[in-house]
């Protein structure tokens, strides 16, 4: 970005804009003070000139040629260059303040105040020549999210808020502020035939798809959010795997301002949630609400990828990580599951296991750090014990975490008691696949097939379960005769 971007430091306030959005009142209940307008401004710019240079590369077609990340999504050259121009700008701007990118993960920050970065929302669509990929960009201040931008560089269209300020279009190659409309939701109060825009339909259950094809006017995501904020939708659901940290963060301002709701689509806060994503008018969010409840909720569709070769490195950091973390009380951290078997296909979800001595003791010990790293405790708290066991079931208990939507990749984090039998259990049907790389690809066409078949996650685990344990009979039969060992 050369001077004329942006500076250094932030820009001079210009003009308010019409209706004098740093006079509005801050969305009803809040207590935070409007947002610093002169941040609210720089971001305007930041985004602007990022979205140039992110069309710049979609238009040179030679940057949207894609790597695959451990978690299974693509990355460009582009997604990089501009995450590494936005940090730049960012360090020399705000220097004190904490960024989080997508493909650069956390900088810590002394402020209290964070960015979040997505520099290429959309990169499938960006690689396969699609213009609607968006940048987007966030700042959280000290009372939670304060700006939210997203910006469509081809369309030269963009939605900008601040808390306090107002939702706004601002349209051009250069937006802005000072020249924009001023955005509101629609006003429709009936439920039936609301147009909904959908997200990765692809993975929600088809309970769910059912549910919502019968009462509301499904169609494909489009501009998602900016729909809904500009009136030309009523509500945009995102279902399936879960959104990250970053495709969210903007959310809570834009929607809040143009006077909508945003949560989960179990009635969580969008940024606390499950990852899944409702937005609507408002006037329709709890009936949203009560119709993916009677559809039996959102679990998810299972998602097999191909097997990437990082999958082992990112294993070794994450466990590295937890060691650091959970001290002493984590006697052993271990890689575990199909991401820990070379040339395995698998959910783009890493397991790992942490054997301790006692578990109640460790739960407690454990909760406070693995929520400050985005981890949440699931009730779930019983492995399945394998057909033909007779030991009391006990003995199969666990404390099971999960993260979801960062920030790191998505984990379950299963804690069990050194020399449990579920601790074998999960080291040696790894091992015995390490051993036996002719097995591999027969298990994973197996899974391909039965994610392809089921209607979610829950059922792809049930019926995955019997398979297991006919592997773990034969892993048994190797383990005796080879003398291995956890």
Not at 90 to 105: I, Q
Not at 360 to 383: K, M, N, Q, V
Request: charged residues 25%; contains cysteine.
């Amino acid at each position: 970005m050369t001077t004329s971007d942006t500076s250094a430091t932030p820009p001079p306030s210009p003009a308010p804009l019409s209706s004098g959005p740093s006079h509005s009142p801050s969305p009803a209940g809040s207590t935070a003070p409007p947002a610093d307008r002169k941040v609210f401004d720089f971001a305007v710019r930041l985004a602007a000139a990022a979205g140039r240079r992110a069309a710049a590369g979609f238009f040179a077609e030679a940057g949207r040629n894609a790597a695959r990340k451990t978690d299974g999504t693509e990355v460009t050259e582009v997604d990089t260059d501009v995450e590494a121009f936005v940090r730049g700008e960012l360090a020399a701007a705000f220097p004190a303040d904490a960024v989080h990118g997508e493909e650069g993960g956390p900088r810590p920050g002394t402020s209290g105040r964070r960015w979040i970065i997505d520099p290429v929302n959309g990169t499938k669509q960006f690689t396969e020549g699609d213009p609607s990929f968006a940048i987007y960009l966030a700042y959280e201040d000290e009372f939670g999210p304060a700006v939210g931008v997203i910006h469509v560089p081809v369309s030269r269209r963009m939605v900008a808020a601040g808390h306090g300020l107002g939702c706004w279009l601002l349209p051009g190659d250069v937006p802005d502020p000072a020249h924009g409309r001023r955005l509101r939701v629609g006003d429709r109060d009936v439920l039936t035939g609301a147009r909904t825009r959908m997200h990765n339909p692809a993975g929600w259950p088809e309970s769910l798809l059912t549910a919502l094809h019968r009462r509301v006017f499904l169609t494909p995501s489009g501009g998602g959010v900016v729909d809904v904020v500009t009136g030309r939708a009523d509500a945009w659901v995102i279902a399936g795997p879960s959104m990250g940290y970053e495709d969210r963060a903007p959310l809570p301002v834009i929607v809040a301002e143009a006077g909508g709701r945003v949560t989960d689509l179990a009635g969580a806060p969008v940024l606390a949630g499950d990852g899944s994503v409702l937005i609507t008018n408002g006037l329709l969010h709890d009936a949203f609400l009560e119709l993916v409840a009677e559809a039996g909720g959102h679990a998810m569709r299972a998602v097999v990828v191909d097997a990437h070769p990082g999958w082992a490195a990112e294993g070794r950091c994450l466990t590295t990580e937890l060691g650091a973390l959970l001290g002493p009380s984590a006697l052993r951290v271990e890689h575990i599951g199909s991401t820990a078997v070379p040339g395995l296909d698998a959910k783009p979800v890493f397991d790992l296991q942490v054997g301790v001595a006692d578990l109640p003791e460790a739960a407690r010990a454990f909760d406070a750090p693995l929520s400050g790293a985005g981890f949440t405790r699931s009730p779930y708290e019983h492995d399945h014990v394998p057909a033909g066991r007779t030991d009391d079931p006990e003995r199969w208990t666990k404390r099971l975490w999960l993260r979801r939507g960062g920030p790191g990749p998505d984990v379950n984090l299963h804690v069990r008691r050194v020399g449990s039998p579920n601790e074998r259990l999960a080291l040696l049907f790894r091992d015995w696949f390490r051993a036996h790389p002719e097995a591999v690809p027969a298990y994973a066409r197996f899974k391909r097939e039965l994610a392809h078949r089921v209607p979610d996650i829950d059922a792809y685990s049930d019926i995955k379960d019997p398979v297991v344990d006919l592997v773990i009979e034969v892993a048994e039969a190797w383990a005796s005769a080879t003398g291995w060992r956890p």
